[in-house]
């Protein structure tokens, strides 16, 4: 029979920070998993990733952009590369495999009467499916004459291009190839063209039933490594490091052919590491110890579709079972603190208002905390509703005033502080970030998130 935590808090008023004196049993949060190791998760060969990649390909092609573009009421998109210079989001429209835009390559999007997508290319070389050549082989000048004509032929009356003064991802055009698109238009097209920067957002954040489907095993492999990295198999106290750690994780993703979007860093606290409430990240790398906290950041792509998380790992002293009852309240704070944050989730609201909602209702319930989430998807660092940055927790202009649409995916991503009393008050950080998508009610864990400490005997 589950007994529910019960806390007795003792505010210590000079920090604002509430502690737990007594923990009757381990909390307990829902969508709690604990995953072994990655080898429980199929990894498909480089081959074999092909096929289902373009299927999603096609189907947002088909299903998704239709509905974006009639959103934006964008009659035309053009997404325009050189080679070694490719846009942004070229790669997420390109069927695999894909390396690199070939010299210039040209993709086309014509919204037609009955809503429906032409999906054409302006290419030396043809994409192939789901493309139609427009217009194949010549010159350079050729080429870009035969897109003019493509663009008079149509007629839209809006026509997107990629420039962005605030989306990093929305501004792929270079301004070379943006000049000569007007050079080779006739006037009256030239006004027609506008920033298709809302579409490109929108393009990138939302997710669609195949990924979906994917998606919580894309996380469960990178939760997988977390695992294997927190554990004997990896760590000896008194001889592994933080950084043994972080390049183990690095070449076991790199043995199950995942690239990592940023290099894996580990830190370790303890008692005696300096942390202060207004410290931005407590850790330090070094040998790791017995009665050491262990923190990891990792992210990885698969199937198109990216990772981000974060997790926590103590190291048992030799007479010891399980962590203190002080860092597994710790942990338990800062899962009430992911609750507080997911239930701020609420269709319309903008990244800005999510991030007050939480830090009020946060500093009500006593807990010293930092929210600084992010929506996934193709990217790590994917574009939408930016709630928080760790370096900034006032409102964020532009990403921040973004809405919530549902079928979106995030990092939530953000950290505590409590203090422990088996470290004679320290403060102890614990970050936390698991990856999790928004299905228009609720905020859902793509693989469960982390409520119990990884134990390294």
């Known amino acids: 029979m589950k007994h529910k935590i019960r806390l007795i808090l003792k505010c210590c008023l000079p920090l604002l920070i509430c502690h737990p004196l007594h923990v009757a049993a381990e909390a307990s949060f829902n969508q709690g998993r604990y995953i072994n190791s990655a080898a429980d998760f199929a990894v498909l060969p480089q081959r074999e990733r092909i096929a289902p990649e373009n299927a999603m390909l096609t189907e947002r092609l088909e299903q998704l952009l239709p509905q974006l573009m009639a959103e934006q009421n964008l009659d035309m998109w053009l997404v325009l590369n050189r080679e070694k210079a490719e846009d942004p989001v070229y790669f997420t429209l390109a069927p695999q495999p894909s390396f690199a835009a070939r010299r210039t390559t040209m993709l086309v999007f014509n919204r037609l009467a009955d809503g429906t997508i032409e999906k054409l290319t302006v290419n030396r070389y043809p994409l192939g499916a789901p493309y139609t050549a427009a217009w194949q082989g010549g010159s350079l000048d050729e080429q870009w004459q035969a897109l003019a004509d493509l663009i008079v032929s149509k007629d839209p009356k809006t026509i997107g291009i990629n420039v962005s003064k605030e989306w990093p991802v929305a501004d792929g055009l270079t301004s070379a190839l943006h000049s000569r698109l007007k050079e080779v238009l006739p006037q009256a097209y030239q006004s027609r063209l506008v920033s298709a920067e809302n579409l490109v957002v929108r393009w990138l954040e939302q997710r669609t039933a195949s990924e979906l489907a994917v998606y919580p095993h894309i996380i469960g492999i990178a939760r997988g490594v977390i695992a294997e990295g927190f554990s004997s198999r990896v760590i000896t106290p008194g001889v592994t490091t933080t950084e043994d750690v972080a390049w183990y994780l690095r070449e076991r993703f790199s043995e199950l052919q995942l690239p990592i979007w940023f290099m894996p860093y580990v830190s370790l606290q303890r008692p005696g590491t300096p942390c202060d409430k207004d410290t931005a990240f407590c850790g330090e790398s070094g040998v790791i110890q017995r009665g050491d906290i262990l923190h990891t950041d990792v992210g990885i792509c698969y199937l198109k579709l990216c990772s981000d998380t974060q997790e926590m790992a103590y190291v048992l002293k030799a007479d010891e079972e399980d962590a203190p009852a002080g860092l597994k309240a710790a942990l338990a704070t800062g899962n009430r603190w992911q609750d507080i944050l997911k239930k701020e989730f609420i269709t319309g609201r903008t990244g800005n208002q999510i991030l007050k909602a939480t830090q009020q209702k ?96």
């Open 362 to 457: 946060a500093q009500a319930a006593g807990i010293l905390s930092s929210t600084y989430s992010h929506p996934l998807g193709f990217f790590g660092h994917a574009p939408g509703p930016t709630i928080g940055m760790w370096d900034n927790q006032g409102p964020t202009p532009v990403q921040g005033d973004w809405q919530l649409y549902a079928n979106t995916a995030y990092a939530i991503e953000g950290n505590i502080k409590q203090a422990i009393p088996e470290w004679q008050n320290q403060l102890a950080h614990i970050k936390l970030e698991q990856s999790a998508y928004f299905d228009g009610k609720t905020v859902i864990y793509l693989a469960g998130r982390q409520t119990k400490w990884h134990l390294v005997r």
